[in-house]
Structure formats: C-alpha cells, structure tokens
C-alpha cells in the first residue's frame, strides 16, 4: 500500500522545482513570439484545410518553444546549484524525448508518413527502456505485485509510444493539448512530492511551466499551434515521468498513471479502435476525433477544452486524494489558474493594442480595398496580431 507523507515533504532545496516551474515558464513565454514571427517569415505557418478546424494561418512549431525553455531550465538550475537531483533513468527520459521531439519536427516540416514515423517512435521508447525507463512490475488493485519479466519491454514500449502519440491525437483545438500537458504535468509533480520522487517533481515541474508559458499563445485563438514535435515531446515526458516517478511506488500504478493521462487515453483508444473497425490505418490522420464528435455537435473551442481540462482536473482531484495531497494539490490548481487567468489578460490587452495601432498608423489606407496588407491583417484578427 502507498504510504506518502501528509505534509509537503522539504524535498528539493530552495524550491527547486518552484524555480524551475517558474523559469521554464518565463522562457516559453518570451519565445513564442519570436517563433511566431520567424513562422510568418519563413512561411512555417499550418494552412486551413479540409481537415482543419481553424480559418486562419496560424504560426506552427510551437514545440520548439517548449523543448528550449525546458532544456534551458535545466541548464539554469544546473548553473545555480551546481547539480540536480538526477534518479536511475534520467539519460533515457532525454533522450528519447529528444528523439520524439526532432521525429516530430521533421513531421511538421515534410509530412512524413506513419511507416518512418511509428518506426522511429519505437526506437526512442526502446533506447528509454536501454537507459533505465522500464515497466518492470504491476501493482494491480486487490492484487499482490505482478513481475513483469519478459513482458517487461513491450508493455513498456506501448505505454511510451502510446501515450506519446495520444497526446499528437488531442492537438486538434486550440489548448487542449498544452493544457492537458499542463494539468498532467502538474498532477504528476504533486504525486511525486507526495510520493518522494525528487527527480520525477522536478522535471514534471519544469514540463508544466514550459506547457504553461505556450498555452498563453496557444489559447483560443490561438497564434501559434504545437506542431507534432511539441505534441510528442510532452506526450513522451509525461509518459516517461509517470514510469521514473510514479509507477516506481507502491502505488496502484496502472490505476493512477492512467487517471492522470485520462483524456488522451481515452482519446487514442477511441480513435484506433474506430480506425481499426472501418478497416483504416490506426496512423492515417482524419477528423473523427473526439473533439471533432463534440465540435460537430455544436460545442465550440472553448467549450470542448473547459470540458476535457474538467475531466483532467477531476482525475487528478481523485490521484491527490489518494495520495493525500488533496489541499496543495487544489492550492495548486487555483494558483495557477489565476496566474493563467491574468497573463491571458495581458495577451489579450497587448493584442487589441496593436490592433488600434495599426488602424491609428494607416488612415490613408482604403480598407475596403481587395487585397491590401492593412485588411488582410484586421480581417485575421488577433491570430497573426503582432507577426
């Protein structure tokens, strides 16, 4: 049976895993922009197409704002303590996440197809297993510890893969994946505290604020979309953390990591087994998601991702119980959401700013004029605003 602590343990030193919550944050932060701008540069901007649900152009490979600030951070925490609270595995997690997230850039960039891609998937999960992420036994409820042995690299392969890819599944609306990542992230660093895992906290406490710093742009409407490299990249260290933090207790592991990661579980088993039923390739991209069910059922963007951030939240409400981190983990969420609420607000004022700058900067400009700069730019509104 688990047995955490009933206060929050004085685990890392000088709230290292605040700082670096707080660092990855800034860092995301002061990225996206640039990458947005350099996206409108360069033309790395996601068309609307058949297959999209949004009307804009919008800037792509978000996830290179995450994957620097989160190796930033560690870089910058590294600099300012002089080591870090490494745990067996911790060269693996990189690795293949770095491993995730170039497959995922190259995806981005050239379209490739699921046959390299699901290929070069299972090699970053079996290097992760190489250096030490492994599923090496299951605690069941009402059971007693269940060695894995041979099973051992296959239901480890499948979890990472699996969860990696669920989480490239959910990045269809604006905010639901980089949300989920951050609430996941947050749940995860929670479990870990309680749980004594100091190197799982940290690092899931990085992957939130990194999430977070995203989110802010990536927040209906959204300027920047998370691209499969960022996708895959949380998706992996989310999957990983869970095997190097959680399921490294005696905890029900297979109950509580899956708790944790509910919506994009149920969201990749949904779409593979409704694939598989049709006789069509579990990898193939299409628009039968879950999100797309509730779309076409008249639920807009901010509805869906309220709904799956509820179920999130009620997951993890549910592991924190169990954990009995129930008070710091709703502190947790609230601080959060309040922090959320208000850089929201100031992305939005800073938006509508350069919007009534530019119509004060241009009267002279007919803007009923058909194809000129100023009315391409209103028209679009706030998603290219600042680009």
């Not at 992230?185 to 977070?212: D, E, K």
């Amino acid at each position: 049976m688990l047995t955490p602590s009933t206060t929050l343990p004085k685990l890392l030193p000088d709230s290292m895993a605040i700082l670096g919550f707080l660092f990855a944050m800034t860092f995301a932060l002061t990225f996206v922009p640039w990458i947005v701008k350099a996206a409108a540069r360069l033309g790395f901007m996601d068309m609307p197409g058949e297959r999209k649900i949004h009307k804009h152009p919008v800037a792509r490979f978000g996830g290179v704002s995450i994957v620097t600030a989160f190796v930033l951070t560690l870089g910058v925490l590294f600099a300012l303590k002089g080591s870090l609270p490494l745990a067996h595995g911790w060269a693996g997690l990189l690795l293949g996440g770095g491993i995730m997230f170039a497959l995922g850039a190259l995806d981005d960039a050239l379209n490739l197809s699921p046959y390299i891609k699901l290929p070069v998937q299972v090699l970053a999960a079996w290097a992760a297993y190489q250096l030490g992420i492994q599923v090496t036994v299951l605690d069941l409820p009402f059971q007693q510890l269940l060695p894995l042995g041979d099973l051992s690299l296959p239901i480890t392969l499948l979890w990472l893969v699996g969860i990696s890819n669920a989480f490239n599944f959910i990045d269809g609306v604006d905010g639901l994946a980089g949300g989920v990542s951050l609430i996941s992230a947050l749940t995860l660093a929670i479990v870990a505290l309680f749980t004594h895992q100091i190197f799982a906290a940290l690092i899931a406490a990085i992957l939130a604020g990194a999430a977070m710093g995203f989110l802010v742009y990536n927040t209906h409407p959204a300027r920047i979309f998370m691209g499969d490299g960022g996708s895959l990249f949380c998706g992996f260290m989310l999957a990983s953390i869970s095997v190097t933090g959680v399921l490294k207790t005696p905890v029900a592991v297979m109950l509580v990591p899956v708790m944790i990661l509910s919506v994009p579980i149920l969201d990749v088993t949904y779409s593979t087994m409704r694939r598989l039923l049709a006789g069509k390739n579990p990898f193939r991209a299409d628009k039968g998601h879950i999100h797309h069910k509730l779309l076409d059922a008249g639920l807009g963007h901010r509805g869906i991702v309220k709904m799956m951030y509820g179920v999130c939240i009620i997951s993890g409400l549910g592991v924190a119980y169990y954990v009995h981190s129930l008070l710091p983990y709703v502190l947790l969420l609230c601080g959060t959401g309040l922090l959320m609420f208000a850089l929201l607000q100031l992305r939005f004022s800073s938006e509508k700013s350069e919007v009534l700058s530019s119509v004060s900067q241009a009267p002279n400009v007919p803007v009923s004029s058909p194809g000129n700069d100023f009315d391409a730019t209103v028209s679009q509104g706030p998603v290219l605003a600042g680009v």
